[in-house]
């Protein structure tokens, strides 16, 4: 199997590499990853400038830096490192979680979603841990791939759908199992967070503090916070297809 390896923490990230070493054992692994972090950019793509790639000294991988976002680094990673000629895109290990509606800021995600564009299975990859600044179980998350990648590319996905995984942040016996799972919704308070800079100036900080987890029970968040791994399916046709009939009805009349 031929692996394409990449990630939104960038190239010298450690999930980075505990992906890589989990997925060798797979196939022929070749890593892809953005210059430095770019964490939170969605699905945004490099347009209007050149995309570099230099060759990175990796022990036992071909492995490249690219001046862009992950979406370009998929697009490099299969048209220019596989000359066209991948089986796989793993995207992470991502240093915290990329739950619920999440997904849609995540550069991890969008990483399998452009893979899902281009024909190839796309998993997306996070260690979901919720305090800031402790330590990321990125073994747990090596392991737990380790274990299960052959089950997740071998089951059956329809076309233009990625899956993202999601493994809680806790030692690896501590992993009660695997759950599939539907998003959830993660609740934040006050995204912006209001400071002045030494002149006085105001600026803000956006991120927000999470102030409360689904409880709608079976969702992402809630196996996550149950110590079970989730694996969601993500379709990237975003059409609500439960809205159709009625739209139509009340647009066509
Ligand atoms: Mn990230």
């Not at 964490?39 to 830096?65: I, Q």
């Not at 392991?143 to 995984?165: D, Q, R």
Request: charged share 20%.
């Amino acid at each position: 199997m031929r692996i394409l390896v990449t990630n939104d923490d960038g190239i010298d990230a450690p999930g980075l590499c505990s992906l890589a070493e989990a997925a060798a054992k797979y196939g022929e692994v070749r890593i892809v990853a953005p210059d430095r972090e770019r964490s939170a950019c969605g699905h945004s793509m490099t347009m209007r400038d050149p995309l570099r790639v230099a060759t990175v000294d990796w022990p036992g991988f071909k492995a490249y830096a690219v001046s862009g976002l992950p979406v370009d680094c998929v697009n490099v990673g299969i048209q220019v490192a596989w000359e066209g000629q991948c089986d796989l895109v793993l995207s992470g290990i991502n240093a915290g979680p990329n739950l619920g509606f999440d997904v849609t800021y995540s550069g991890t995600a969008a990483a399998a979603m452009e893979a899902a564009i281009n024909g190839v299975r796309g998993i997306a990859v996070s260690m979901a841990g919720f305090v800031s600044g402790a330590p990321i179980h990125f073994e747990t998350g090596a392991n737990w791939m380790g274990e299960n990648l052959g089950a997740l590319v071998t089951v059956p996905l329809g076309p233009l759908t990625f899956l993202n995984v999601n493994i809680p942040n806790v030692e690896p016996v501590e992993i009660r199992g695997m759950r599939v799972a539907p998003m959830g919704q993660r609740i934040y308070e006050e995204r912006l967070e209001f400071r002045e800079d030494p002149w006085g100036r105001p600026y803000y900080w956006q991120g927000g503090v999470q102030v409360l987890t689904s409880d709608q029970p079976g969702t992402d968040v809630a196996v996550v916070s149950q110590q079970f791994v989730s694996v969601t399916p993500v379709s990237v046709d975003w059409t609500s297809h439960a809205e159709l009939d009625a739209l139509k009805k009340a647009l066509h009349a």
